[in-house]
């Protein structure tokens, strides 16, 4: 089975490692992403869920503030598939550089995944980060692409020329 892996770098200044870490691994921290439920277990083996159960898996390897190793999958994927994901902080003098590395994609979910990543997890951290919270037009946009998208069971996007 082909599989295709993603890796994408973002800089959140002004931000400690702890700071973004936390937003992926407390619960109610990964919740105000998008307003949807998630229940993330901050031990190795434990169970997540996100975005009210369209994302599973659970914890291969947790650095606090260093890395995150995770089986992930996403609803829709091939019975029992898991990608493998990984999320690097890195300090830097302007905040954290962070490097997700999600290995094992289906190739018919990777533009879906490609565009969903920047599109509900980078921006909205990078606003919570700098503001403190979401703006209405951030999480008008995250509910709708969202809703959208599973409830057409559409999942592929167009990647931009710019991504």
């Not at 260093?66 to 996403?74: G, T």
């Not at 905040?95 to 990777?110: A, D, L, N, S």
Request: glycine fraction near 8%; charge should be positive.
């Amino acid at each position: 089975m082909k599989t295709k892996t993603l890796k994408q770098t973002v800089l959140f200044s002004g931000a400690s490692p702890r700071k973004v870490y936390d937003l992926i691994m407390v619960s109610r921290q990964h919740t105000s992403l998008s307003r949807e439920k998630a229940v993330i277990s901050r031990r190795v083996g434990g169970a997540f869920s996100a975005w009210n159960g369209h994302i599973t898996g659970f914890n291969l390897a947790l650095k606090p503030a260093r890395k995150i190793v995770q089986a992930w999958r996403a609803t829709g994927w091939w019975p029992d598939h898991y990608s493998i994901a990984t999320f690097d902080f890195q300090k830097t003098l302007r905040g954290t550089k962070f490097t997700c590395t999600q290995v094992g994609i289906p190739p018919h979910r990777y533009s879906g995944h490609y565009r969903g990543w920047i599109e509900t997890y980078w921006t909205p951290m990078q606003e919570i980060l700098r503001d403190g919270h979401l703006s209405r037009k951030t999480l008008a946009r995250v509910k709708i692409n969202r809703e959208q998208r599973i409830r057409a069971g559409r999942f592929r996007r167009t990647i931009s020329k710019e991504s």
